[in-house]
């Protein structure tokens, strides 16, 4: 058996050619709306909690279709509003709070994003750029705002998309094209040296094309950028 993501599946047949015919696949997608639902409809009432439906279809929408981040989102809304165990009367949530998104934001993506946002220990490269938001940061700094930029889900980011992101964000000249490529390189091999089972993000250099795997570290380009320290502390 093997496992892959989708984008890599037929992997093994580019390495082995004796492959061919013989695989064949299994998609394990992500959860929908309805399966997600699931876990606050069945677990705030543990918890004598009422929760809009307005609350739990934010949260859902917000997930990525990841049971995990959730469940996240549960806890920190029985957090939010004092519960930690089952209440005596019941109660009533009707509101979530962006903040309640940013701090498990800080909770989640936080460790392999400030990996790539440091980039590599040779730092050569390492020129400051000013953005329109006013911040000045290095390239590995100017990628990663790109993408929180595209805001993307678990998707596939064709090269002219990012460096129009990058035109979009900069408020002086971009950087070479060449240049984002060798950043991409880098991040994608930190990425993959990583401890985690699937890397979080994966560049294709041949086809131009950068995808996006793991919900967590799409989770905080979305909602964790404001508080985030890029380029080894090069955000000011």
């Known amino acids: 058996m093997l496992i892959a993501i989708p984008h890599r599946k037929y992997d093994a047949i580019k390495v082995e050619r004796e492959m ?6 299994i998609t394990i997608p992500a959860w929908e709306e309805n399966e997600l639902l699931v876990i606050p409809d069945e677990g705030f ?3 004598n909690l009422e929760v809009a439906p307005t609350v739990t279809s934010r949260l859902a929408l917000s997930a990525y279709g990841s049971p995990h981040l959730m469940q996240e989102f549960c806890r920190e ?3 939010a509003n004092g519960v930690e165990e089952t209440t005596d009367a019941s ?12 701090k498990v934001a800080a909770g989640t993506g936080k460790v392999i994003f400030d ?3 440091t980039g590599p220990r040779q730092r050569s490269d390492r020129i400051d750029r000013q953005l329109k938001n006013g911040k000045t940061t290095d390239i590995y700094g100017v990628v990663l705002f790109a993408l929180a930029h595209l805001a993307p889900g678990l998707d596939t980011i064709l090269y002219p998309q990012l460096r129009g992101a990058v035109r979009d964000i900069m408020a002086g000249d971009p950087p070479e094209g060449h240049e984002i490529g060798r950043v991409l390189e880098k991040m994608s091999e930190i990425a993959s040296g990583d401890e985690a089972s699937t890397p979080v993000l994966d560049w294709e250099r041949e086809e131009q094309r950068l995808h996006i795997t793991d919900p967590f570290f ?3 380009l979305k909602w964790g950028m404001d508080e985030a320290q890029l380029g080894g502390g090069l955000v000011r």
């Open 91 to 102: 109660r009533e949530i009707t509101d979530v709070s962006d903040s309640l998104f940013r």
């Open 77 to 79: 809304l029985a957090r």
């Open 45 to 47: 009432p543990l918890l």
């Open 20 to 25: 061919t015919g013989r695989l064949e696949t």
């Open 218 to 220: 799409a989770f905080f």
């Open 115 to 117: 990996k790539l946002a």
